[in-house]
C-alpha cells in the first residue's frame, strides 16, 4: 500500500484541497513552486503506462479537477500539469498523480 493511498483512505491526514468521487488533492510536501498541488486518483493505477481503455473516463476527470482546482487557487491561466512515470522519470511514489505547479514563472524546456 502506498502513502498515498493511506491518505485516499484518510489513515494519514492532510488537508485536503480538493476531493470528488474520483480524486483527492493535497499540497506536495517538496513543493517545486509557490503552488504545488497533487491530484491522485482514488483508483491504484501504479503509473500511467498501465493505465488502458478503461480508464479513460478517469484521466480526463483528473484533467477536469486540475481545472478547477487552478480556479480556486487563481491561477487558472497559469499553470503546468506534470505526471513523471516510471523511476527513470522522477516517480517516488508508485500511485499515478498529476502535479499541478503555477505561482511563479515556468521555463521550457523542464528539468
Known amino acids: 500500500m502506498t502513502i498515498f493511498k493511506k491518505i485516499i483512505?484518510?489513515?494519514?491526514?492532510t488537508d485536503?484541497?480538493?476531493?470528488?468521487d474520483f480524486c483527492i488533492a493535497f499540497n506536495d510536501i517538496n513543493p517545486q513552486a509557490p503552488i504545488h498541488i497533487l491530484i491522485i486518483p482514488k483508483k491504484e493505477i501504479p503509473q500511467l503506462s498501465l493505465s488502458d481503455d478503461n480508464d479513460s473516463e478517469l484521466l480526463g476527470k483528473l484533467?477536469?479537477?486540475a481545472n478547477k482546482i487552478a480556479e480556486d487557487h487563481d491561477t487558472k491561466d497559469a499553470f503546468r500539469i506534470v505526471i513523471n512515470n516510471?523511476?527513470?522519470?522522477?516517480?517516488?511514489?508508485?500511485?499515478?498523480h498529476l502535479h499541478l505547479l503555477a505561482g511563479r514563472p515556468l521555463s521550457w524546456p523542464p528539468g
Open 63 to 65: 484533467l477536469i479537477a
Open 86 to 96: 516510471g523511476a527513470k522519470a522522477g516517480q517516488s511514489v508508485f500511485h499515478l
Open 16 to 20: 485536503i484541497l480538493y476531493e470528488d
Open 9 to 13: 483512505d484518510k489513515e494519514i491526514p
